[in-house]
């Protein structure tokens, strides 16, 4: 895989620069900490449950551009079987997916371990997601814009929609959350998204078992 090109925008500020930005980083170290602590039961039974029925490995690494493309790596609770065809090349998500990976999707237990992204600094709260390394060179110039701010566990995208919205709409919600951040709005954002995980609502792309790749911008003709 190629190396993406460099950051287009390396001298631009953002709103989450400053105070304001020293004040969401402390208040999303706080707060991971404290859900680390409360929800280590279900994280230990989780991690149980993958290592009973799935088997090794428990955790899912990934490398990820992070703020300004720094890459870090990511980690989540795996959801899908290492299956593969007859010349070796993984198979579609949906035939990859297991029935536990679809209920821990479901109650978005996946992104449990993402806590632990937050508190090394990787990750914020709230965020655009971070995406795939090889997505980076498909974006569109305004579309990079969404990296001018620490990526989240959850973000404006996924409460306006998640993985059942296209990928412009993911980008311009990106993009407006990075215009008009403000800590009101992060804790707007959390608030909607607890209420989105207890509906398990936008879960995935319909006909899809996640989400489609992204191909790059549309273009007509």
Not at 98 to 114: H, N, V, W, Y
Not at 131 to 156: F, M, S
Request: net charge positive; no cysteine.
């Amino acid at each position: 895989m190629n190396e993406p090109s460099p950051f287009p925008f390396p001298d631009q500020k953002s709103r989450q620069d400053g105070i304001a930005g020293a004040i969401k980083r402390l208040l999303d170290f706080l707060a991971a900490l404290l859900w680390l602590v409360l929800v280590s039961p279900l994280l230990a039974l989780t991690l149980i449950a993958i290592r009973v029925f799935m088997g090794r490995p428990v955790f899912f690494r990934q490398l990820r551009p992070g703020f300004r493309e720094k890459k870090f790596t990511l980690y989540k609770f795996r959801t899908m079987a290492d299956r593969r065809d007859a010349e070796g090349r993984p198979l579609p998500d949906e035939e990859r997916i297991t029935g536990l990976g679809k209920f821990i999707r479901a109650l978005s237990l996946d992104e449990l371990p993402q806590l632990w992204n937050v508190l090394k600094g990787d990750l914020s709260l709230v965020g655009p997601r971070p995406l795939l390394i090889e997505y980076l060179d498909r974006y569109e110039l305004w579309q990079r814009r969404r990296h001018l701010v620490k990526p989240g566990i959850t973000g404006w995208a996924q409460i306006n929609g998640r993985n059942a919205i296209t990928w412009e709409q993911k980008f311009e919600y990106d993009v407006f959350y990075v215009d008009n951040w403000s800590l009101w709005l992060d804790l707007k954002i959390l608030l909607i998204t607890v209420w989105k995980v207890l509906k398990r609502e936008g879960i995935s792309q319909e006909g899809k078992a996640t989400v489609e790749y992204f191909q790059g911008p549309k273009r007509s003709g």
